[in-house]
């Protein structure tokens, strides 16, 4: 469906399809209206202002500790991902059978130092086969000054890219993982988004974000989906919330919907996330 002012809502048609598939990404879908945008950027504000102590005495890079798997226990993240307009969105590019393997908040104040370096998801997170795409879903107006996404057409073809970790803590990214060639910013195109807006992209495809210059905040949630056949490398058996469709395969413990907000106790780890990360993170020797 299609509003007058041409912005797309709900299900991507065939050629939307096809242009993600070329692309590697597809944007802007509007998927809340702004008084839901509003509300839910409420309710983020204040998981901030009740973490803000233990916020303030990580780095960016370690911050995911409070801003990742939040869909696990807090009722309002769970109606964003398993709300119907952005789960018709994702169907149109994954099917009838969708997961939320994981969910992250990607954060910059005014000023904020925090940049995402370029990289490739699918180069560390160990699922396969590829059947993932991420929505990236805006509560504030997202843009190149305020440190919006970017992202490189097509690189999410051929073969991955080489990568290295710096473990930089300005960067968000847990490793603070980074392509080890230069990559040609000329053909980035930024993903700007209004608030209740979200993209799709790749797992593939090379993206990142640059600091925030601007008088305005960036605040958003990235949100992985999943189909059921994919399984993900690792030694622990990972967790993943099924929020339409059927799981016929059984890779992932599943998790239930939070019946209500259960706020982290203090150096609390949602168990999804402890999962994950020994999967994902290398081991230290």
Excluded: C
């Amino acid at each position: 469906m299609v509003k007058g002012d041409g912005m797309q809502i709900g299900g991507l048609n065939a050629e939307q399809v096809s242009q993600y598939r070329e692309r590697g990404y597809y944007y802007p879908l509007q998927v809340f209206t702004r008084e839901e945008a509003r509300s839910f950027l409420g309710d983020y504000l204040a998981h901030v202002a009740r973490n803000q102590q233990r916020l303030q005495s990580l780095s960016p890079r370690e911050q995911y500790l409070i801003m990742s798997e939040t869909h696990t226990y807090l009722s309002w993240v769970y109606r964003m991902v398993s709300h119907p307009k952005v789960l018709d969105a994702v169907e149109s590019i994954l099917g009838p059978n969708l997961m939320v393997w994981g969910t992250r908040w990607f954060s910059k104040m005014s000023g904020d130092k925090t940049f995402v370096s370029w990289h490739q998801d699918g180069t560390y997170w160990g699922l396969h086969p590829p059947h993932v795409t991420t929505a990236w879903v805006a509560l504030s107006q997202s843009d190149p000054e305020n440190g919006g996404l970017r992202v490189v057409p097509g690189s999410h073809q051929g073969n991955y890219l080489p990568q290295r970790d710096t473990y930089d803590p300005e960067n968000a990214l847990s490793r603070g993982q980074e392509i080890a060639i230069e990559v040609d910013e000329a053909q980035a195109v930024d993903l700007a988004l209004q608030p209740g807006e979200m993209s799709l992209h790749h797992i593939g495809i090379v993206h990142g974000s640059k600091a925030n210059t601007s008088d305005k905040p960036r605040i958003g949630l990235s949100i992985r989906y999943i189909t059921p056949e994919v399984v993900q490398e690792g030694s622990e058996r990972s967790m993943a919330m099924l929020v339409r469709g059927r799981d016929e395969f059984g890779h992932f413990d599943l998790i239930g919907m939070p019946q209500e907000d259960r706020p982290l106790n203090e150096h609390e780890v949602p168990e999804a996330l402890r999962r994950m990360m020994k999967n994902i993170m290398p081991q230290k020797s």
